[in-house]
């Protein structure tokens, strides 16, 4: 019953959005990594799109105005990862933050011996677990030119990740999935990466991912969905859990 009464809801939101067709159409020519999608997949998105813009909150930071088509931009790169999995994973939090360019907050941070120390950090974009997602403008609109980078996919990865706990590349898992195939998989991929990258040997992976096995997961899933065939290529098995865990395929688009 709870379940007819939401669909009914997200039905209703869906039919009463004032966003224009050729506000859609603006927004998907604007990000080519969208370009494969099938007709019932981009239809599909554009509802988790309204759905998301009518839950979620947008804020400019340093005087930024967040106007309708860069919400629309934002908005459809976050979903895209989630079009086949609801927007339930992106629960428990409100706020998309907008800065016009980078942004370096100032934390204090606590070492194993209780020594505070004063750190600032220049970043493009963060997620807080049950906060807010924080994007860099200048690092977000040209982010779906299928370049193997997406700073929207990689901060919304962490959301996802973020759902048992603090990132640690290891979301979630749906039914059906097996957790120890996910865990050699991804574990072998991330130790090899580390180990290309300490030897200057790029595969086409931003070496941020082998940083950490959050980052890692982050990272792989920018280039799951904008350039699949360098992962199948050199980890074919995290390929197949990427398309278990976010049951696309984009080799296939």
Request: aromatic share 10%; hydrophobic share 40%; proline share 4%.
């Amino acid at each position: 019953m709870f379940q007819f009464i939401r669909n009914w809801l997200n039905r209703r939101i869906i039919q009463r959005s004032t966003t224009t067709s050729t506000q859609w159409t603006t927004a998907f020519s604007s990000l080519p990594l969208l370009q494969g999608l099938a007709a019932h997949e981009k239809n599909r998105l554009q509802e988790l799109a309204i759905l998301f813009l009518h839950h979620k909150v947008f804020e400019g930071a340093h005087g930024l105005d967040v106007t309708s088509e860069m919400k629309l931009i934002i908005t459809l790169q976050a979903c895209l990862p989630v079009l086949k999995l609801g927007l339930g994973g992106y629960e428990g939090w409100s706020t998309i933050i907008v800065y016009p360019t980078g942004f370096a907050p100032k934390r204090i941070i606590r070492d194993e011996y209780g020594v505070e120390h004063h750190v600032q950090s220049n970043l493009s974009g963060e997620a807080w677990q049950r906060g807010p997602v924080v994007l860099a403008w200048d690092e977000t609109e040209c982010a779906g030119v299928i370049d193997g980078h997406n700073l929207v996919i990689h901060e919304f990865a962490h959301k996802l990740d973020m759902q048992n706990g603090d990132a640690n590349g290891y979301p979630p898992l749906h039914k059906g999935m097996n957790s120890t195939a996910w865990a050699e998989a991804l574990t072998a991929g991330f130790e090899d990466l580390q180990h290309k990258c300490s030897r200057g040997i790029s595969i086409g992976i931003d070496c941020y991912g082998a940083s950490s096995p959050a980052e890692y997961f982050s990272v792989l899933s920018e280039v799951f969905f904008e350039r699949p065939n360098i992962i199948q290529d050199h980890y074919p098995a995290v390929y197949e859990q990427l398309c278990l865990y976010y049951q696309q395929d984009p080799l296939t688009r």
